[in-house]
């Protein structure tokens, strides 16, 4: 997804100690000169010829894991940061990041070297999954992955949210366009264009056939996926070239979908056409269809570019506005609208540094999904990190502690005589939390947004025992393992709503990043992890078990383990239902 530039930044700090230590036994290489013959009308790198690369590039590390032939399943989306040039050198890596049952996730890293002055720089970093085809067999059960590096722990743990996110992104869209509020602001915005500077869409539209040749084909006389997405890729450029009379600069690309597979033989039809235009860039959506002889059409591909047009300092250019046809046309439209506001909410929850934006969010419907995934994702990555200092323990409790950034951050750690599913059931009801946690007074659960999802607000009391108290409004996400060996994790994080603003007669705290991981050491104990990322609001509770003044911790994690003793027999049964927001 498009969460991928910022996870790359995080991860690439993550693997600077261990680059020179150890590679990845999946990870494959490319580098490769860009010459005219890969080169644009612009003398840059075609995003065409680029696309194949990174697909060949990522197939062989899928198929160095599978260890046998792999096809291309989807591309996540890809943001293009920088174009490249003729005469430097485009350098590819491509690893595994993790197996499931038959598919991989392969992270893509593209990087661009200019040979005269020594400079390099990120152009992209995609995620793809690949689907392991033996030849003559049914479908073929991977072997696990087992990361080896901090680095590699994060992109594992991380890759099964990544999943989740792929499995429900229809779900996100229908949920969007059939939300009253995003129809009424269509409808709005749709009054507030003079149809006399609209461009009819019919004006864009472009439909391409190619004949798939064993030229275009891979290894298995499929046609190479990285061959589609570069066709694709052509007709979606005229089609936005037919709209400005310009030259457009492909910007961004939304997931390439494989939905069946072509074969040499095989008429490839390829069609594109504008499907919206905001202020400074349009969508064009493009789809590929294949069929032999007499045979009816088939749905091979389908994916949404956005172009820009740049003038000569760089900046982009403003888009005239467009006339969609009736009915077809029409959905069109408001899905791009759909898929801007999807980019939005990614962009500003999961793409921003957490040092530069508010600790808490707006919540709403509409941003729920991006705000879960990141509610883990920050989670998963604070646990994945290897440097944590173990600064107090008490009877087999231990207290870690990690600086990083503006942040100081601690965890908890104890082994307790609970199944972990049970631990996991207690634990990810908040509601149970005031039962033992000392800081808690009141936990009232807000809305009950899906299965794995609640909103809350907890009240804790003042520091000094006089004064106001404090609450907060926290989102709760919970996830079961995906696999053997992963944790349940229950990840908090501050979000803001409408309906609980801040009131004057008490303190609004913020939560970063918290929560709880839980491993199963046997079919009787878990071992419990609690993270906290602290906050100004959250680090007085803290700070004298910090300086070691205080052994807190261990009273509350103590109590922590009473409780879920207690309790683990108890079936928590379904959530009641709360007040929908």
Same mark, same amino acid.
């Given at each position: 997804?498009?969460?991928?530039?910022?996870?790359?930044?995080?991860?690439?700090?993550?693997?600077?100690?261990?680059?020179?230590?150890?590679?990845?036994?999946?990870?494959?290489?490319? &580098?490769?000169?860009?010459?005219? /013959?890969?080169? *644009?009308? /612009?003398?840059?790198?075609?995003?065409?010829?680029?696309?194949?690369?990174?697909? &060949?590039?990522? /197939?062989l590390s899928a198929e160095r894991h599978a260890g046998c032939p792999c096809v291309t399943a989807s591309v996540d989306d890809i943001n293009f940061e920088r174009t490249i040039g003729v005469g430097q050198v485009v350098n590819i890596k491509a690893k595994v990041n993790r197996a499931f049952n038959s598919s991989m996730e392969v992270g893509i890293e593209v990087t661009c070297e200019d040979l005269f002055s020594g400079g390099s720089w990120k152009v992209c970093y995609a995620y793809a999954t690949f689907v392991a085809r033996p030849p003559g067999v049914g479908k073929v059960h991977l072997r696990q992955l087992v990361p080896r590096t901090q680095a590699e722990q994060a992109e594992h743990s991380v890759a099964a949210e990544r999943r989740?996110?792929?499995?429900?992104?229809?779900?996100?869209?229908?949920? +969007?366009?059939?939300?009253?509020?995003?129809?009424?602001?269509?409808?709005?915005?749709?009054?507030?264009?003079?149809?006399?500077?609209?461009?009819?869409?019919?004006?864009?539209?472009?439909?391409?056939?190619?004949?798939?040749?064993?030229?275009?084909?891979?290894?298995?006389?499929?046609?190479?996926?990285?061959?589609?997405?570069?066709?694709?890729?052509?007709?979606?450029? +005229?089609?936005? &070239?037919?709209?400005?009379?310009?030259?457009?600069?492909l910007k961004a690309i939304d997931m390439f979908h494989f939905r069946g597979p072509s074969s040499v033989g095989d008429?490839?039809? !390829?069609?594109?056409?504008?499907n919206n235009t905001f202020k400074h860039s349009m969508e064009v959506g493009v789809c590929a269809e294949a069929y032999k002889g007499e045979e009816p059409l088939r749905h091979i591909n389908s994916a949404f570019m956005t172009y820009e047009v740049l003038d000569e300092a760089g900046k982009p250019q403003s888009l005239p506005p467009i006339r969609p046809e009736p009915t077809e046309g029409q959905r069109r439209y408001q899905e791009a609208i759909a898929r801007k506001k999807i980019r939005l909410d990614r962009k500003y929850i999961i793409s921003c540094n957490q040092t530069e934006m508010p600790l808490s969010?707006?919540?709403?419907?509409?941003?729920?999904?991006? !705000?879960?995934? *990141?509610?883990?994702?920050?989670?998963?990555?604070?646990?994945?990190?290897?440097?944590?200092?173990?600064?107090?323990?008490? *009877?087999?409790? &231990?207290?870690?502690?990690?600086?990083?950034?503006?942040?100081?951050?601690?965890?908890?750690?104890?082994?307790?005589?609970?199944?972990a599913a049970s631990a996991f059931q207690l634990l990810s009801d908040l509601r149970h939390r005031q039962k033992w946690d000392q800081h808690y007074d009141s936990c009232e659960l807000i809305a009950q947004v899906d299965e794995d999802d609640r909103l809350y607000r907890v009240v804790t009391p003042s520091i000094s025992g006089v004064g106001k108290i404090q609450d907060f409004i926290l989102l709760g996400s919970r996830r079961p393992p995906c696999d053997q060996g992963d944790p349940y994790v229950v990840a908090l994080r501050s979000v803001t709503l409408p309906t609980h603003p801040p009131t004057e007669d008490v303190n609004r705290g913020e939560v970063l990043c918290a929560g709880f991981t839980i491993y199963a050491v046997s079919s009787s104990v878990a071992k419990i992890s609690y993270y906290n990322q602290a906050s100004a609001e959250v680090l007085p509770y803290i700070s004298t078990d910090v300086a070691g003044l205080s052994s807190s911790f261990y009273s509350n994690f103590y109590a922590c383990s009473r409780f879920l003793l207690e309790h683990k027999a108890e079936d928590p049964g379904p959530v009641l239902a709360s007040t929908p927001l």
């Amino acid at each position: 997804m498009s969460s991928s530039n910022s996870t790359w930044t995080k991860l690439k700090d993550l693997a600077q100690v261990d680059r020179d230590m150890y590679r990845s036994p999946t990870e494959v290489k490319k &580098s490769q000169i860009v010459m005219p /013959c890969h080169a *644009n009308h /612009c003398q840059e790198l075609s995003v065409g010829q680029l696309l194949k690369w990174m697909d &060949s590039t990522a /197939c062989l590390s899928a198929e160095r894991h599978a260890g046998c032939p792999c096809v291309t399943a989807s591309v996540d989306d890809i943001n293009f940061e920088r174009t490249i040039g003729v005469g430097q050198v485009v350098n590819i890596k491509a690893k595994v990041n993790r197996a499931f049952n038959s598919s991989m996730e392969v992270g893509i890293e593209v990087t661009c070297e200019d040979l005269f002055s020594g400079g390099s720089w990120k152009v992209c970093y995609a995620y793809a999954t690949f689907v392991a085809r033996p030849p003559g067999v049914g479908k073929v059960h991977l072997r696990q992955l087992v990361p080896r590096t901090q680095a590699e722990q994060a992109e594992h743990s991380v890759a099964a949210e990544r999943r989740r996110m792929r499995l429900i992104h229809h779900d996100i869209m229908t949920d +969007i366009l059939n939300n009253e509020s995003f129809q009424k602001g269509i409808t709005e915005g749709a009054g507030s264009h003079d149809l006399q500077e609209a461009v009819p869409t019919e004006r864009t539209r472009v439909e391409s056939v190619e004949l798939v040749l064993p030229p275009h084909a891979n290894h298995q006389v499929n046609t190479f996926g990285g061959q589609i997405m570069a066709w694709m890729e052509n007709v979606a450029t +005229i089609a936005a &070239s037919r709209l400005c009379n310009a030259h457009p600069t492909l910007k961004a690309i939304d997931m390439f979908h494989f939905r069946g597979p072509s074969s040499v033989g095989d008429r490839l039809v !390829l069609k594109a056409i504008v499907n919206n235009t905001f202020k400074h860039s349009m969508e064009v959506g493009v789809c590929a269809e294949a069929y032999k002889g007499e045979e009816p059409l088939r749905h091979i591909n389908s994916a949404f570019m956005t172009y820009e047009v740049l003038d000569e300092a760089g900046k982009p250019q403003s888009l005239p506005p467009i006339r969609p046809e009736p009915t077809e046309g029409q959905r069109r439209y408001q899905e791009a609208i759909a898929r801007k506001k999807i980019r939005l909410d990614r962009k500003y929850i999961i793409s921003c540094n957490q040092t530069e934006m508010p600790l808490s969010v707006p919540w709403d419907a509409s941003n729920q999904v991006y !705000l879960s995934y *990141n509610n883990v994702f920050a989670l998963k990555m604070l646990a994945a990190r290897d440097n944590w200092v173990l600064t107090h323990e008490k *009877n087999q409790v &231990s207290l870690y502690t990690l600086e990083e950034d503006q942040f100081l951050c601690v965890r908890v750690e104890a082994e307790v005589e609970v199944p972990a599913a049970s631990a996991f059931q207690l634990l990810s009801d908040l509601r149970h939390r005031q039962k033992w946690d000392q800081h808690y007074d009141s936990c009232e659960l807000i809305a009950q947004v899906d299965e794995d999802d609640r909103l809350y607000r907890v009240v804790t009391p003042s520091i000094s025992g006089v004064g106001k108290i404090q609450d907060f409004i926290l989102l709760g996400s919970r996830r079961p393992p995906c696999d053997q060996g992963d944790p349940y994790v229950v990840a908090l994080r501050s979000v803001t709503l409408p309906t609980h603003p801040p009131t004057e007669d008490v303190n609004r705290g913020e939560v970063l990043c918290a929560g709880f991981t839980i491993y199963a050491v046997s079919s009787s104990v878990a071992k419990i992890s609690y993270y906290n990322q602290a906050s100004a609001e959250v680090l007085p509770y803290i700070s004298t078990d910090v300086a070691g003044l205080s052994s807190s911790f261990y009273s509350n994690f103590y109590a922590c383990s009473r409780f879920l003793l207690e309790h683990k027999a108890e079936d928590p049964g379904p959530v009641l239902a709360s007040t929908p927001l």
